[in-house]
């Protein structure tokens, strides 16, 4: 008999794969803390997409058409909803003042702890779904109010001081105000203190809870089956800290993804809402989905903000972060 799309051999070996992944990451290929140039950043995120298309070819071959464009259509809504953690990075970065050589080492650990952080939201939402069907209504209204609010109220300005962890973090913790290279922990006087590199880690990982709550929802609505709803997960976030250090210093053209990725989570929505009434074909799925993302990059690019919109702060890519 053959082995079933979720069983333990496909989640040990995918698991072991994605170990291997990271080892290469920070083991080999980033021993030493140095800037991340475009280039090295392109070849890793070219690296990651290539892997998931592998990966993607290989669902097809093995299990057949839907779960390959399942995984596909996953990977592509997961991947766009990304984009606005790279927003937050910027964001969290200019506030923190991070160097520009220790930006990767807080990502790649912050990526890190959102492997663990999804696997455990998608468990729980599969496990959640499968006693108590009727939350597949509750999810699927959830993502068109967020939708809606993207398109008609925007999703406002990120300020770390508000967050509620670097609130408790401070209060708890003694925090020497300098950075000691890559390092997390410090000893001072005799005692164990946090570097402000370890709030910055708080904080991206705070900020993935908030994000998983509109992403794992949304491909819940494409697909019920946990290990394709974890592999699709897992490769967007492997190649999320690549992007970031590609599109750092011109994400501000991107103004109208946004909007895209409003549409998606209301079609998503609406898809699930209407899941008892009628179903809707996954070649379909991807197909306006990828229409919408494409659209609103493509109306971002060739429409770019008029004179005396707001920029993204200076300084926040890796070249400008250099030269401070």
Same mark, same amino acid.
């Given at each position: ?36 140039? $475009? ?32 995984? %596909?259509?996953?990977? %592509? ?72 609010? +993207? ?8 300020? $770390? ?10 209060? +708890? %913790? ?17 005692? +164990? ?19 998983a709550v509109d992403s794992i929802p949304a491909i819940f609505g494409v697909t019920r089956d946990p290990f394709i709803v974890f592999t699709s997960n897992i490769f967007a976030i492997l190649g999320l800290r690549a992007l970031y250090f590609l599109l750092a210093d011109f994400m501000g053209r991107f103004h109208y993804l946004k909007y895209g990725l409003g549409l998606v989570l209301a079609f998503v929505g609406f898809k699930m809402v209407g899941s ?35 920029? $993204?702060?200076?300084? +926040?890519? $890796? ?6």
């Amino acid at each position: 008999m053959p082995e079933s799309i979720g069983s333990p051999l496909f989640w040990g070996l995918f698991l072991a794969g994605v170990a291997v992944i990271l080892f290469l990451d920070l083991g080999v290929l980033n021993r030493k803390a140095h800037v991340v140039r $475009p280039r090295e950043a392109a070849l890793w995120c070219g690296f990651c997409v290539t892997l998931a298309l592998l990966f993607c070819a290989w669902l097809g071959w093995r299990f057949g058409t839907r779960p390959a464009l399942e995984f %596909l259509t996953g990977y %592509l809504i997961e991947y766009a909803l990304s984009v606005d953690n790279l927003f937050v990075f910027l964001v969290v970065f200019s506030y923190f003042g991070v160097p520009a050589e220790l930006q990767h080492r807080a990502l790649f650990w912050g990526i890190v702890g959102a492997l663990v952080l999804r696997a455990a939201f998608i468990l729980a939402g599969a496990a959640l779904l499968a006693a108590f069907h009727w939350l597949i209504y509750l999810f699927g209204a959830f993502l068109i109010v967020t939708g809606v609010k +993207l398109l008609f109220v925007g999703d406002g300005e990120v300020d $770390p001081e508000k967050n509620p962890v670097l609130r408790l973090a401070r209060r +708890l %913790l003694p925090v020497t105000p300098r950075y000691h290279g890559q390092r997390f922990f410090v000893r001072e006087a005799g005692r +164990l203190v946090a570097t402000p590199l370890f709030l910055v880690l708080l904080v991206i990982e705070a900020t993935d809870v908030v994000f998983a709550v509109d992403s794992i929802p949304a491909i819940f609505g494409v697909t019920r089956d946990p290990f394709i709803v974890f592999t699709s997960n897992i490769f967007a976030i492997l190649g999320l800290r690549a992007l970031y250090f590609l599109l750092a210093d011109f994400m501000g053209r991107f103004h109208y993804l946004k909007y895209g990725l409003g549409l998606v989570l209301a079609f998503v929505g609406f898809k699930m809402v209407g899941s008892h009434w009628f179903k809707v074909p996954i070649g379909l799925s991807l197909a306006v989905i990828a229409t919408l993302l494409a659209g609103s990059v493509a109306l971002s690019w060739f429409r770019p903000p008029p004179a005396g919109a707001p920029e $993204p702060p200076p300084g +926040l890519g $890796p070249d400008d972060a250099q030269e401070k």
